[in-house]
């Protein structure tokens, strides 16, 4: 069946050093991923996305990783700031870039030591 | 603030009563859709709306469950007969679909609290 789903439910970092969270997906359909962040008490909030056409795409001090061969998704956060401390959801569809009906995976909470 | 508003942010009820939610999505957004988040999991999908169309609802959702967006403006989720089970955030999305890939915007959601 379809699946979304994570590594690491929880990551540590120093501010200052680099963040990287993993996700894995089982629907070989699947064809755009999104990366969203959640802080306590709001809602998702869009990181950056990706195309299965890509292997990369960088964003302000974000990079998402897709291998399709090993169906492995990563986020990259560079300089890990006190701010970027939330819970992160890698989401995918396979509705050729409409995001309609997401499938999210559980969540990696990523806290950020001063 | 996403300029998605839900209310209200709290919500709490006895078991077998009904409760309606309300999402007023950013106001040149034709799809919103309806989300549901338990603790420690990512948000599910319950149902979606183009304009005024109620395009597609999940498997998983109950029949106690009714969404509406009768002028393609706000939405209101209805819960009848709640269930304990029922607790959850639910969450409200917007967006503006042209054409290429298409950004959610997610409210603050509505918890939900059934004793």
């Known amino acids: 069946g379809e699946s979304v789903g994570l590594h690491l439910p929880t990551l540590s970092v120093q501010e200052g050093d680099n963040s990287i969270i993993n996700c894995a997906y089982s629907?070989?359909?699947?064809?755009?991923f999104i990366w969203y962040k959640q802080e306590s008490g709001k809602g998702p909030q869009f990181i950056i996305d990706?195309?299965?056409?890509?292997d990369k795409r960088q964003g302000q001090r974000v990079t998402v990783l897709l291998n399709k061969t090993v169906k492995h998704l990563s986020l990259q956060i560079a300089a890990t700031q006190p701010g970027d401390s939330a819970v992160y959801f890698c989401?995918?569809?396979?509705?050729?870039?409409?995001?309609?009906?997401?499938?999210f995976g559980k969540g990696t909470k990523l806290s950020v030591k001063p | 603030d996403t300029g998605v508003s839900q209310n209200p942010r709290h919500k709490i009820t006895k078991r077998g009563q009904n409760v309606t939610f309300r999402c007023d999505p950013i106001s040149e957004h034709n799809r919103l859709y309806w989300y549901r988040q338990t603790l420690g999991q990512g948000p599910e999908f319950l149902t979606y709306f183009q304009n005024e169309a109620q395009l597609e609802k999940s498997r998983l959702l109950s029949d106690r469950f009714s969404a509406e967006r009768p002028k393609g403006s706000f939405s209101t989720l209805e819960i009848q007969r709640t269930e304990q089970g029922d607790s959850a955030m639910y969450l409200c999305?917007?967006?503006?679909?042209?054409?290429?890939?298409?950004?959610?915007?997610f409210g603050s959601g509505t918890q939900l609290s059934v004793l």
């Open positions: 989401a995918e569809t396979h509705r050729g870039g409409s995001q309609g009906n997401l499938i």
């Open positions: 999305a917007s967006s503006l679909r042209t054409g290429g890939n298409e950004k959610l915007f």
């Open positions: 990706i195309r299965s056409n890509m």
């Open positions: 629907n070989s359909a699947s064809d755009y």
